[in-house]
């Protein structure tokens, strides 16, 4: 058993247009996530909706790393919106198929909860805890028979390791050592209760040695340091060595769902980790080496914001599926 | 032709698509090394290898969820679920993802996975280890149902489950597997949703699968020698369900009867019911009758769970009462 805590500040600088399509990426999903909340609220997006904002460092470190063209695959959880944007799904395709419109990625059939593109490796964004962790292996089976190189990572909450499929699908994985990588999001709620309320063990990385994996903590606010940690996770993986157990520290800024204000959260709680906050942390850090002005990150605020508006803007103007498509794709012909 | 056993037809079909298709794999608990617990797969791990034949933890969920990640990323995986009973342990992974990953997808992702287990009763297995399940899989669209009965259909039917883009439960008849039968030479494909005419007859339809065919040609028998000529059809896949062939016979005969080993509410024979209401009501000339499972569940002891099974003796008396003898 291997077992060690990753020093959070990042030895090696990345080149500044990595971190500039890392900080964009990020504002992105930032901007596209508030903006799905308005539609939401205005009963333009039905349904339910998961919202990842103050988390969007997890996914750009992550998508980062993946190369779907060599055959990388990722799944995911219900809040996965981001994951998708930072793999490369487009806002429009992302906003039309949260407003259930022909246009959207699954063609309107999915919806927030549902998001699939095989183009960018996206298998899809399950909405049964611990449903995508086994389907991980699958992929990282086909890479491992027909040694393509490629990996499979699984992304999950803090809530999933209490379900029986996530310790059948890492124990599989370890057994047939499988280039997989479990990526935790601890975000510090499952729904509505906290972490600690619903595990027996301080961290989620306290359940690798039971594998035999090895186990990781990350600041998940650190995109640089996401990257970094899933980049060692998945060289790791290539090289036959099977799975790790990564745990990004993290934190959602809104509720679970919908309109979940969390109230179940302690007073002050919230404040603590939007000091944190994902963005600033990497736009301070460009800053201070000289590679992003105070001109220039307003400018891309200001382009997250415009690409998010024309894409809501075109999304409202696509039209619905028609009714008879409701009989397509049931089946392969 | 050749005869073989039931259970020889699924390891020949395995064999001969693992064969042609190198994207073919298998996977399931002691089914490698050991062979598989009911003894259908020796020889495939020493043929094919570790690589595509694995041997997996007692894990249901991981395994049914590694079939659908390897299928909708370029293998063909059958994986075996042992008893079928224990699907029930991973219904999420066949009922929530394989069966709807395409239709999610808006048709991106395709899932060609077959799923074997083994259901059905009659061998003492008590009731976690000997149900009939196929409707459980009936109600999730998305996934096709095959309930073979003979060796000749198993090695027909496995080889187009495994060939089908879609996924696939295969449930084989875990008594059935001793039994006897001829098979084609050469390539044997059946496609789905073409039921067969086990016995053609003019008076009554009766509908079967799996064991309870054979059930309904002994009632067959007996009844011929009063002179009631009985038509049994074996639909051989409910999902798709060939409701033309049984629609045509039920015209014919004015009457239908089902015999299924499984419990009575929401039997594969009550969509069969409604779907001839919809087609040939006026064709009727008797109530239908379905023969199920007496109780609802299958006892251990031998004498109860003799009395539980549809058997020759309640087939006929059912047709008699539709006649009105």
Sequence with gaps: ??????????????????RQHMLQRMLDIRYCEERIQELFLENVIRGTTHLCIGQEGVSVGMAAVIDAPRGDT????????????ALGMTLKSMMAEMMGKE???????????????????????????????????GAALTAQIKKTGAVSISIFGDGTPNIGAWHEAVNLAA??????VFLCENNLYGE????????????????????????????????????????????????????????????????????????????????????????NILSDRMKQAGQLTDTQFQQMHTAAQDAVQEATTWALEQPYPSVESVYDDIWVN | MAIITYREAVKRALDEE????????????????????????????????????????????AIIGAGI??????????????????????LDQIINQAAKFRYMSGGQLKVPLTIRAAQGGGAGFASQHSQCVETWFMHAPGLKVVVPSNPADVLGLLKTAIRDDNPVVFLEHKNQYAEKGEVPDGEHIIPFGVANIVREGKDVTIIATQKMVAVAMSAAEELAKEGISCEVIDP?????????TITTSVKKTGRLVTVEEAPHAGGWGAEVVTRITDNAIWSLEAPVVRVTLEGALIPFSQPLEDYVIPNKGRVVTAIHRMLDI
């Design chain 1, 1 to 18: 058993m291997r077992l060690h805590e990753k020093d959070n500040t990042v030895a090696n600088e990345l080149a500044a247009d990595t």
């Design chain 1, 74 to 85: 990722v799944t995911c959880t219900y809040r996965g919106h981001g994951h998708a944007l």
């Design chain 1, 103 to 137: 246009a959207g990625c699954c063609k309107g059939k999915g919806g927030s909860m549902h998001l699939t593109n095989m183009d960018i490796g996206l298998i899809g964004t399950f909405a049964i805890v611990g449903a995508g962790v086994p389907v991980t292996n």
């Design chain 1, 175 to 180: 057994v047939w050592k499988l280039p997989a």
């Design chain 1, 192 to 279: 509505y209760s906290s972490y600690a309320s619903t595990a027996p063990v301080p961290n989620v990385i306290d359940r690798a040695p039971a594998y035999g994996i090895p186990g990781v903590i990350v600041d998940g606010q650190d995109a640089e340091a996401v990257k970094a940690t899933v980049q060692e996770a998945v060289d790791r993986a290539r090289e036959g060595h099977g799975p790790t157990l990564i745990e990004a520290k993290t934190y959602r800024y809104k509720g679970h769902s919908r309109t979940d204000t969390a109230p179940y959260r302690p007073a002050g709680e919230l404040d603590q980790w939007l000091a944190r906050d994902p963005i």
């Design chain 2, 18 to 61: 693992m064969a042609r298709d190198e994207n073919v794999i298998f996977f399931g608990e002691d089914v490698g090394v050991a062979g598989g617990v009911f003894k259908v797969t020796p020889g495939l791990y020493e043929k094919y290898g570790g690589i595509r034949v694995r041997d997996t933890p007692i894990s249901e969920n």
């Design chain 2, 69 to 90: 990640g390897a299928a909708v990323t370029g293998l063909r995986p059958v994986v075996e679920l042992m008893f079928a009973d224990f699907a029930a342990v991973t």
């Design chain 2, 236 to 244: 051989r896949t409910l999902v798709p369900l060939d409701i033309e």
